[in-house]
């Protein structure tokens, strides 16, 4: 595997259901971003770890919750979603640093549907 | 609050002629901007980054400029070919201090069709 991967690429769930949406990134980076892109709106930045420490969270509701357990794996945990959460998840990560200005690459996405 | 504004949703034209996108910003004073591209059902895909010191960045037939007074960038694609279709995004840098790992701000997107 080369790049940024994400598992599922599809999902739906139910409002109750919980599920889990994976990252995995295979090019060495110490930084790990989750992105939501909802129809008709931008990007829109959830959370940001750096050298595996979440160093922001964009006011994103607790029923998301993400975990880093390396500098290469990136999970989103999902429970107790609203159907307005449907969307396309997208993880990113780039080689941050003091003054480095670099790039981010992202995976092709988890389309996500709840019912 | 930060606001990024591409100058429109869509954007025909003619192949071989050059396209022009606009990314306008308020409230903001990013240290870089970038430029991705956006396939349908797939990840942005980077193509640019210009510093806030950097008046033009060239790239094979892409050329992005970045002008900080008027707070606008415009990206060029030179000889237009219907490859080229697809949507491009411009995103700005959200500065945190943690370790410099910077969040994107991003605009809607140009939806660019490049027509044979």
């Known amino acids: 595997e080369t790049g940024v991967t994400q598992t599922p690429r599809h999902l739906v769930m139910g409002m109750t259901n919980k599920k889990s949406l994976k990252c995995e990134q295979h090019?060495?980076?110490?930084?790990m971003y989750w992105y939501k892109q909802s129809a008709k709106k931008p990007l829109e930045l959830m959370f940001v770890?750096?050298?595996?420490?979440?160093?922001e969270n964009n006011s994103v509701p607790s029923r998301f919750s993400p975990e880093c357990p390396n500098s290469s794996h990136l999970f989103l945990h999902l429970h107790t979603l609203q159907p307005e959460d449907s969307a396309l998840y997208l993880c990113?990560?780039?080689?941050?640093?003091?003054?480095?200005?670099?790039?981010?690459?992202f995976g092709p996405g988890t389309r996500l549907t709840v019912l | 609050s930060q606001k990024i504004e591409q100058n429109s949703e869509a954007l025909n034209i003619q192949e071989g002629k050059t396209a022009t996108l606009t990314c306008n910003y308020t409230?903001?004073?990013?240290?870089?901007l970038q430029w991705y591209r956006q396939d349908p059902g797939r990840g942005p895909v980077f193509l640019l980054l210009?510093?806030?010191?950097?008046k033009e960045k060239r790239k094979e037939r892409l050329k992005v400029t970045f002008d900080t007074t008027l707070k606008q960038s415009l990206f060029h694609i030179t000889a237009s070919q219907p490859a080229d279709s697809a949507t491009y995004l411009c995103?700005?840098?959200?500065?945190?201090?943690?370790?410099?790992?910077?969040?994107?701000?991003f605009g809607k997107g140009t939806h660019l069709i490049i027509q044979p």
């Open positions: 409230n903001y004073s990013p240290a870089y």
């Open positions: 210009i510093r806030e010191n950097e």
């Open positions: 090019l060495g980076h110490n930084a």
């Open positions: 995103a700005l840098d959200q500065m945190y201090s943690g370790g410099g790992a910077d969040g994107l701000t």
């Open positions: 770890y750096s050298l595996e420490e979440r160093v």
């Open positions: 990113a990560s780039s080689q941050a640093g003091p003054d480095v200005y670099n790039e981010q690459f």
